[in-house]
């Protein structure tokens, strides 16, 4: 869970949910060195947080592709890595809303609910169809015609207090 815990890291995974991206595109669009952004991407790497999509001979190189796979089942991750993700997505909900445009339509939604369980199934899976409509929706940075958004869904059970 290291691997998602580093800021930088959340972002490049947000910018490969769009598009596959070379480390030369990742440094470019976050304002990296190259070097950095080939260090990061290569700990999402071997965290099985990205995949490889792909390679290209560039300049007689060779430079991976690498994409955010949307659809990587969680399930095997510990509580503690959960609860290590939760707090990377809490600061970089924080860093988002620096370059967020308030005036425009917002959604925000929390709470802590007593549910039926059959009604809790019900929404996590509509919530889960949509996070995967958005990723699927998802353009390269910078598309023209497209707009900068930021969403983050967090549904858990949670213990009954004593």
Do not use: C
């Amino acid at each position: 869970m290291r691997a998602t815990a580093h800021p930088v890291r959340l972002q490049i995974m947000s910018l490969l949910t769009g598009a596959p991206m070379t480390a030369a595109e990742v440094a470019r669009e976050l304002g990296l060195t190259h070097a950095n952004a080939s260090y990061h991407l290569r700990n999402l790497h071997s965290a099985g947080m990205i995949v490889v999509a792909g390679e290209e001979k560039i300049r007689g190189g060779v430079a991976k592709r690498y994409r955010y796979d949307a659809a990587r089942d969680r399930a095997s991750e510990t509580p503690e890595q959960k609860r290590a993700l939760f707090a990377a997505l809490g600061n970089e909900l924080v860093r988002r809303t620096a370059g967020g445009r308030f005036e425009a339509k917002i959604l925000l939604g929390d709470g802590e609910f007593w549910i039926d369980p059959e009604k809790w199934l019900d929404l996590r899976h509509r919530f889960k169809d949509l996070v995967a409509e958005l990723h699927e929706a998802a353009q390269p940075p910078r598309t023209p015609g497209t707009i900068r958004t930021s969403t983050t869904v967090a549904m858990f059970e949670m213990e009954s207090p004593a």
